[in-house]
């Protein structure tokens, strides 16, 4: 089947028959269907219909490099050539994984040397979550297994890296394992009231210390936490949170895992948040933007700490997948790292597109629906309320973003929706025009939804 044979109703009623989407209410895919997304170049991508729509989310928070990369494309061809396949499992390895094994050490904070390979963001939490669980044991102290994240954090959609997680929505639906619990983040716009920033940095960080000391520092193995929230809503941190966290950290002697699936790869204007933030993690989970999502690939990047410990005595680890280390997702792994830095995305993000990212977003803050605005690098929320005077936000959640997003999108811009933030992570290769042409239609957006509102 190609485009051409069916019509656009004719390829959503079949996607709809067959296909359990993620993230998906089947019903409404059922009455009515998805859009078939056919093709991709630059920062583009074209529905079946032949719809361009900005992409201002570059997939979902990963295609760092931008669509169309043909380099990206040689090198999973020339690997697929060469050795499609091969496990890691029996005392055998292959050439790009060496490579990226060696390449991600260099870039990843320091004293993290060592990396596992999973498929996903998920699975690699989960191995996250097996290897702290491990290295309490071999340190004698297996009563360690509680797991301290925080609300809106997010982690995964396997049982173990939801319930790390703090969607609830997620833990309603048989993702509440045992062992972990949540802390509030620091979530400035609801939470930081009147507070200075350091002030309310230290406040934020005093829930774990209340929380560790709640369970008992004796049963606390880990706390987790991504450097900037993203699919919790780009809750960004105030400066002095993470120096505090770490230093409860290591007052407790609690592992420090920071969860960089989003952030890393130069989103941020650094290889990793963690580089910005001055951040010393035990553990770093890796994923989206270690390929551009052009294979499916993710890492465990764990310190000298653990690593060590596991290599005296650890014995066999009995945990891996098919496809840990596979040699075509390595290959395009190490073509992508190439362009981010060949192309200098990292020092344009940080020096460039990031700043005029927040500058050019900022001008959306005069708007009657707008309440906040945030950026990170090429992070960025734009948060809808009732009322500025407060913020009062919306009775029924979701509902105003939900109607930006799609103003957004009709206008041809592919904005995501997080409660009633409108949510922007785009390409690294983004250009100022590409913000402002972003910008504009999130205004165009924003007023229609004020139009639907009856707000002025
Ligand atoms: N950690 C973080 C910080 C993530 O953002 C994962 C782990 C899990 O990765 P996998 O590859 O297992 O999906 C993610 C994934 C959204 C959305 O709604 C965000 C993600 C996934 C799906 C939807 O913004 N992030």
Known sequence: MTPDDLSTKEWQLLDAAHHMAPFTDYGEQRKHGARIITHAEGHYIYDVEGTRILDGMAGLWCVNVGYGRQSLVDAAAEQMTTLPYYNNFFKTSNKPVVALSKRLADISPEGLNNVFYANSGSEANDTIIRMVRHFWALEGQPERRVIIGREYGYHGSTIMSASMGGMSGMHDQAADEADFVHIRPPYGFLHQGNQDDAVFAANAASWLEDKIIEIGADKVAAFVAEPVQGAGGVIVPPDGYFEHIQNICKRYDIVFIVDEVITGFGRTGEWFASQ?????????????????????????????????????????????????????????????????????????????????????????????????????????????????????????????????????????????????????SPPLTYTRDDIDATVAIARTALDATAGDLGVS
């Open 276 to 424: 910005r933030m001055n951040l010393s993690p035990d553990m770093m989970t890796m994923a989206k933007g270690l390929t551009s999502g052009y294979m499916p690939m993710s890492g465990v990047m764990v310190g000298d700490r653990v690593a060590d410990r596991f290599i005296a005595d650890g014995g066999e680890f009995y945990h891996g997948f098919t496809y840990s280390g596979h040699p075509v997702a390595a290959a395009v792994a190490l073509a992508n790292l190439d362009i981010i830095e060949n192309e200098g995305l990292i020092e344009r993000v940080r020096e460039d597109t990031g700043p005029y990212l927040g500058e050019a977003l900022a001008l959306l803050a005069d708007h009657p629906l707008v309440g906040e605005v945030r950026t990170y690098g090429l992070l960025a929320a734009i948060e809808l309320v009732e009322s500025k005077d407060g913020p009062v936000l919306f009775d029924k959640v979701g509902h105003v973003g939900g109607l930006c997003r799609d103003h957004a999108l009709s206008h041809g811009l592919m904005m995501r929706a997080v409660r009633d933030g409108m949510i922007l």
